[in-house]
Nanobody
């Protein structure tokens, strides 16, 4: 069974940095891509960034130049380095894994940016 587990959230001040980690287990070599999404209170879940198995990346306009997605050389771990954080980045951040059988989501990790 495929499992996705996020870690690294927390409380940070405006302008600070955090690094989120996401580990996938049980996928074998079938992972297509991984992604980070976020959901703020009262809002829909939105894309933050994605990375394919070959390293191609895609970012939401709101995080370009501030966030960096990367994967471990085994490609079953993905990181989200978040710099220059803003209050509007406050949300629950979810990681997902894109597989031939569908998408598997993690449980989410809270990021709170205080002003």
């Amino acid at each position: 069974q495929v499992q996705v587990v996020e870690s690294g959230g927390g409380l940070v001040q405006v302008g600070g940095s955090l690094r989120l980690s996401c580990a996938v287990s049980g996928s074998g070599s079938s992972l297509y891509a991984m992604g980070w999404y976020r959901q703020a209170p009262g809002k829909q879940r939105e894309l933050v960034a994605t990375i394919t198995k070959t390293g191609s990346t895609n970012y939401a306009d709101s995080v370009k130049g501030r966030f960096t997605i990367s994967n471990h050389n085994t490609q079953d771990t993905v990181y989200l380095q978040m710099n220059s954080l803003r209050p509007e980045d406050t949300a629950v951040y979810y990681c997902n894994a894109f597989l031939p059988t569908g998408t598997v989501w993690g449980q989410g990790t809270q990021v709170t940016v205080s002003s």
